[in-house]
């Protein structure tokens, strides 16, 4: 029987397409931490967990699960971390786990700014295959006034060089982040961001107010009025209207989004536009979510 050697710090996150691999927490919380809508590190006080701890998790998980596949490493952004300490890591979780296919890691622009295209493509090969990215907007004054502490250019140039280094990238739009006088811009300016790197993955999800909405206004630099569901339909909609990729798996089917949407941009962009025509003209003929076609 497997009993976990591993240490966690709680609360840990992972992305939903990480439900089977194997986490090893290389940090605690976020070097960032300071996005007015995350709420997911702020109990945390940021750490770098030391290298021999790691690789003595690393050693004694692998005689207990010797046939991982798949590995993740937490927390927020494990991507900090120097390239020497990151190969590292991927070197030894190499040698211990013979079938690993893929290492991935939550990573924010800034992480990649000291770090190369040559340095990115010695961490794919040594194992890194996918990053997961919150970009949130591409509209350079809501980034600024959520405090996400990037811009549309830093993050264009961050993850072209992952791109370019054959490093996967999995990014995230929120929906709704704007509010009212700022959604026609971030559904725009998040499209152009998003073309200009071209992710593997994309998916959106609706803000979400933890603490409530009161808390989250405290932390938005500016008047925030909430969407409600018919302009975060539009949003959405103002958003891939304008999304010209060539093979970017798409997905809001995150629990808080109100219309599930599933498909390959751009093949199927005209679909999923149809689909957001349907439930912004006539809701009751969509496939919403009934909790929320009642709010409609
Ligand atoms: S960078 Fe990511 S994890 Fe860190 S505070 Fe912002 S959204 Fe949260």
Known sequence: M?????????PV????????????????GCSWN????????????????PEEKIFAEIDIAAKQLPNTRKVFLADG???????????????????????????SAYAIPKDMKN?????????????????YVGIESGDDELLEIINKGETAASTIQAMKKVKQAGIKSSVMII???????????HATNSAVVINAIEPEFLSTLVLSFPYGADHFKTRFKGEYQELN??????????FISQLELTETVFRSDHASNYLVLKGILNRDKH?????????????????????????L
Not at 13 to 28: C, G, H, N
Not at 34 to 49: D, L, N, R, V
Not at 272 to 291: C, D, F, G, T, Y
Request: charged share 25%.
């Open 115 to 131: 770090k190369n295209v040559e340095d990115l493509k010695k961490l794919q090969q040594a194992g890194l295959k996918i990053i």
């Open 271 to 295: 679909t999923l536009l149809n689909h957001l025509s349907v439930a912004i003209q006539k809701p009751e003929l969509a496939n919403l979510r009934q909790e929320w076609q009642r709010g």
């Open 2 to 10: 497997f009993s976990n050697p591993l240490s966690y710090d709680e």
């Open 77 to 103: 952004n494990a991507m900090v971390l120097s390239i020497e300490r990151l190969i590292g890591i991927l070197t030894h979780l190499k040698h211990s786990f013979p079938k690993l296919t893929r290492v």
């Open 13 to 28: 996150f992972r992305p939903p397409s990480e439900a089977y691999s194997l986490i090893f927490q290389v940090t605690t």
């Open 229 to 238: 569901i018919l302009d975060l339909l539009i949003e959405q909609q103002t």
């Open 175 to 185: 929906n709704g982040l704007g509010g009212k006088k700022h959604s026609k811009n």
């Open 34 to 49: 300071k996005c007015a809508f995350c709420e997911m590190y702020t109990q945390k006080q940021f750490k770098i967990k």
